[in-house]
């Protein structure tokens, strides 16, 4: 399990990360909100550690930016600011908890635990299934559905979009892509993936009134029906 971490308190930072990757998490260290944004693109993260006060963009910004664009993976609010007021403002910008400063951290990772054993989506059934709104993949089959009407997929196109779907809705940009379902076999500097991203959304969302294939400009792509 891999956590992004943004706090600005150099040993209070060390000392986290230390502690989550001696319980088996990875855990890359941000210090202010601009770069944490940055790292974000490209890379794919389990959770999301923000603290509030950070320079540059502010912890309840970062946390608002990315459920601009991605609503699955848990947000965790770590602040010294432990007014009602400041968590409210917290959970209106959707985070999924908030801890106040000074905490143990043996609370800190029951609660991550928590969140992690639910970020799971309800619809996404098994490993073999996978059902997004009315959009039904059988991995084992290679078919795909919407609703009940059937759609013909090329192999490749199906595995670009098994890999969308297996990403619960987190962006994944262009050189995740070629390096997963290409294999880097062609320049990434083409317009392959976008090509097939096309193919897939006349196939996919053209018929349909609920859109799935959404792009984060200068992100990537990601599967959701929100």
């Known amino acids: 399990m891999n956590i992004l971490l943004l706090e600005d308190d ?23 909100g601009e770069t944490f944004l940055r790292q974000i693109k490209g890379n794919i993260y389990d959770l999301y550690l ?3 006060n950070v320079p540059k963009i ?3 910004d970062v946390c608002q930016t990315i459920r601009s664009f991605d609503k699955i993976t848990p947000i965790f609010i770590i602040s010294a600011y432990g007014e009602l007021s400041d968590k409210k403002d917290a ?17 800190l990772l029951l609660r ?5 054993r639910r970020k799971t989506p309800a619809d996404v059934v098994d490993q073999e299934v996978i059902r997004i709104d009315d959009l039904i993949i059988n991995k084992t089959e290679q078919k795909v559905f919407r609703g009940t009407t059937e759609i013909a997929l090329t192999l490749k196109e199906f595995q670009l979009l098994v890999y ?9 940009s262009k050189q995740q892509i070629t390096e997963h379902v290409w294999e880097h ?7 392959t993936v976008e ?3 096309n193919f897939l959304r006349k196939k996919i969302d053209k018929d349909f009134k609920v859109k799935l294939i959404h792009t984060r400009s200068g992100f990537g792509y990601y599967l959701s029906p929100i």
């Open 10 to 32: 150099l040993i209070l930072s060390a000392e986290l990360s230390k502690f989550l990757e001696s319980n088996n998490f990875t855990c890359d260290r941000i210090y202010d």
């Open 50 to 52: 923000l603290d509030i």
């Open 58 to 60: 502010n912890g309840l």
């Open 91 to 107: 959970f209106t910008r959707l985070a999924d908890d908030y801890l106040v400063k000074p905490f143990q951290f043996e609370e």
């Open 112 to 116: 991550i635990n928590s969140l992690l």
């Open 164 to 172: 969308l779907a297996e990403a619960q809705g987190r962006i994944v």
């Open 185 to 191: 076999n062609f320049n990434t500097n083409t317009n």
């Open 195 to 197: 090509v097939y991203i």
